[in-house]
Nanobody, 123 residues
Framework: QVELVESGGGSVEEGGSLTLSCTAS????????MAWFRQTSRGGRETVAS???????NYIFAVKGRFTLSKDNDRNILTLHMTRLNLADTAMYYC?????????????????WGRGIQVTVYF
């Protein structure tokens, strides 16, 4: 059974940093792409960063240079290190997985989701 569990969210002052972790079980890493999405009350889930099963990493423009995605294959943990956070980064963040090599896709392409974790940036 595939399961994703997010951790590491919380509240942080603008300009600060947070690290989100997604612990995966039941996933053969070599066959799955992974991603972090975020969702606010105003809209749908947008892809923040993704890693294809081939290791290729993509970021949306809004977070390039500030967020770093990495994966620990030994412990099955996907990590999103977020720096220079701003108010627009406030959202519920979700970890997701899909079978296939391409990672940078819309939410509809992902089949497995964590429950989400809140990130709040305050002024």
């Amino acid at each position: 059974q595939v399961e994703l569990v997010e951790s590491g969210g919380g509240s942080v002052e603008e300009g600060g940093s947070l690290t989100l972790s997604c612990t995966a079980s039941g996933i053969p890493w070599r066959d799955f792409s992974m991603a972090w999405f975020r969702q606010t009350s105003r809209g749908g889930r947008e892809t923040v960063a993704s890693m294809g099963s081939d290791g290729k990493i993509n970021y949306i423009f809004a977070v390039k240079g500030r967020f770093t995605l990495s994966k620990d294959n030994d412990r099955n943990i996907l990590t999103l290190h977020m720096t220079r956070l701003n108010l627009a980064d406030t959202a519920m963040y979700y970890c997701a997985a899909r079978k296939g090599s391409v990672g940078f896709l819309d939410a509809e392409e992902y089949s497995t989701w964590g429950r989400g974790i809140q990130v709040t940036v305050y002024f």
